[in-house]
């Protein structure tokens, strides 16, 4: 099961390895996970690489993968030794660090059988610390579904949560949201989310336009919004003592790029 928007995040994430500097993410794997085939067609694509908008959303993935990490390594650094990484996709973070900690890959079960396929072809072996947790976001238990991985519970955890809640309903994201918020405290979250065209400028909305009719063309429509002070809003009342809002400014400052206003980061903490 190939997910369209899936094979672009990893499509986007190995051409900044190869057509931008500085890296934002360094992802030494990204390149070999898509394949030989795959691989030169992205390195015989330079012309339009470089156009403005396949650099924004180069980007755009490296900001918001290479946020998650920087908050997980922070999180190791107070003891945190659980790491989720929810809708997990193609994501190399497991197979490219030196750790003991715990990860645990949450997605689709066809989407894992895909994912560990592509890392066999490209021996690229999985480490024993991993462990492939099934659930689709919309149904179900997502703690259940982790601890009968081996989840603890009663130990905090770093969660990511990248490029997801914007294919779910308000509710479904509300109701993983809540199921992390009932984890020890100590734990956290970082995950994207598509804002309220009203909270937009006129640029930012005609770019919400075309990347909304540009998902729904491959199958897989926006399908939740959120006004920042709301979500904050209901991230507190749900137990979250601690939410930090990262829109453009504040990740330029951070990692460099000028990034568009429609994705929003947000990282809270039990």
């Given at each position: 099961?190939?997910?369209?928007?899936?094979?672009?995040?990893?499509?986007?994430?190995?051409?900044?390895?190869?057509?931008?500097?500085?890296?934002?993410?360094?992802?030494?794997?990204?390149?070999?996970?898509?394949?030989?085939?795959?691989?030169a067609e992205l390195r015989a694509d330079a012309q339009r690489q470089q156009h403005p908008l396949a650099a924004a959303m180069r980007?755009?993935?490296?900001?918001?993968?290479?946020?998650?990490?920087?908050?997980?390594?922070?999180?190791?650094?107070?003891?945190?030794?659980?790491?989720?990484?929810?809708?997990?996709?193609?994501?190399?973070?497991?197979?490219?660090?030196?750790?003991?900690?715990?990860?645990?890959?949450?997605?689709?079960?066809?989407?894992?059988?895909?994912?560990?396929?592509?890392?066999?072809?490209?021996?690229i072996s999985e480490p024993a610390n991993v462990r492939y947790v099934a659930n689709d976001f919309t149904d179900g238990s997502l703690?259940?579904?982790?601890?009968?991985?081996?989840?603890?519970?009663?130990?905090?955890a770093c969660f990511s949560w990248l490029g997801v809640s914007m294919y779910l309903q308000p509710d479904e994201v509300m109701r993983?949201?809540?199921?992390?918020?009932?984890?020890?405290?100590?734990?956290?979250?970082?995950?994207?989310?598509?804002?309220?065209?009203?909270?937009?400028?006129?640029?930012?909305?005609?770019?919400?336009?075309?990347?909304?009719?540009?998902?729904?063309?491959?199958?897989?429509?926006?399908?939740?919004?959120?006004?920042?002070?709301?979500?904050?809003?209901?991230?507190?009342?749900?137990?979250?003592?601690?939410?930090?809002?990262?829109?453009?400014?504040?990740?330029?400052?951070?990692?460099?790029?000028?990034?568009?206003?429609?994705?929003?980061?947000?990282?809270?903490?039990?």
């Open positions: 099961m190939q997910k369209p928007s899936a094979w672009m995040t990893a499509t986007a994430r190995a051409a900044h390895q190869l057509y931008d500097q500085p890296l934002i993410l360094n992802d030494p794997l990204a390149v070999r996970l898509l394949g030989v085939e795959r691989e980007a755009t993935m490296a900001v918001r993968a290479r946020l998650a990490e920087d908050s997980w390594l922070a999180a190791q650094a107070r003891g945190v030794q659980q790491y989720v990484i929810l809708g997990a996709g193609l994501d190399t973070y497991a197979y490219r660090a030196e750790h003991t900690a715990h990860i645990y890959e949450v997605d689709l079960p066809a989407m894992q059988h895909w994912k560990r396929d592509c890392l066999r072809a490209a021996d703690l259940e579904d982790l601890q009968q991985q081996g989840f603890d519970a009663a130990q905090p993983t949201l809540r199921d992390i918020a009932d984890c020890a405290p100590g734990s956290s979250i970082v995950f994207d989310y598509s804002v309220h065209r009203r909270h937009l400028n006129d640029n930012e909305r005609a770019g919400l336009d075309f990347v909304t009719a540009a998902l729904a063309a491959q199958g897989e429509p926006l399908q939740s919004s959120f006004e920042p002070p709301l979500l904050e809003h209901m991230l507190r009342h749900h137990g979250y003592r601690h939410v930090e809002n990262f829109g453009a400014e504040k990740l330029s400052t951070l990692y460099g790029p000028r990034l568009s206003g429609i994705f929003r980061l947000i990282r809270a903490t039990v």
